[in-house]
């Protein structure tokens, strides 16, 4: 019985160093796309329709959470720097999962590679609805402070 090789071992040690370095050098160049972009200017009714585009996008793929965060507020200043208002922290972890996607989604659709993604925390502002009697002429008397005087007047009690 005759034996095969099946592999080729190498003489010369310095033609694989050769060979190991031009496979990393032609590597290095593929693995690395150069991303351009051009410096279009754009107005917030363009951002505002790739945007929606993107999060009907994320509506589609089930991603509600991340199609709430879509829906929030945005704002564009200075151009090119685009603030999503956000109303809590959960929001922008929900946000960080995503980020890169839609700010190559925008630089791409709007060709601009100078768009920037800020987001900004505001105070949700909760109004308390009156439920009980009292509350509801409490809130009644501070719109018209003169129930007060005719609640006196009439002897009148707003628990019952």
């Given amino acids: 019985m005759k034996l095969r090789s099946t592999t080729k ?6 033609e694989v160093l050769e060979n190991l370095s031009d496979q990393e050098e032609q590597g290095s160049e593929l ?9 279009d200017p754009f107005t917030i009714e363009e951002l505002k329709k790739y945007w929606n585009e993107f999060a009907d996008r994320k509506k589609k793929e089930g991603k509600d959470s991340e199609y709430a965060v879509l ?9 090119v720097k685009i603030v ?3 109303t809590n922290a959960v929001k922008l972890n929900i946000l960080d999962k995503f980020r890169p996607d839609l ?16 987001t900004e925390l505001k105070e949700e502002t909760s ?12 809130y009644l008397a501070e719109k018209k402070p003169i ?5 006196n007047r009439l002897g009148l009690d707003p628990d019952f």
Avoid: A
């Fill in 31 to 39: 693995s690395e796309p150069e991303e351009t972009y051009g410096n």
């Fill in 84 to 86: 999503l208002k956000l």
């Fill in 127 to 138: 109004t308390r609805v009156p439920y009980t009697n009292k509350e509801k002429f409490l």
């Fill in 9 to 14: 071992i190498p003489t010369n040690l310095n």
């Fill in 103 to 118: 700010v190559t989604f925008l630089k791409t659709q709007l060709n601009n590679g100078q768009v920037e993604l800020h």
């Fill in 147 to 151: 129930l007060h005087d005719l609640k």
């Fill in 71 to 79: 829906k929030q507020e945005i704002e564009l200043i200075d151009d």
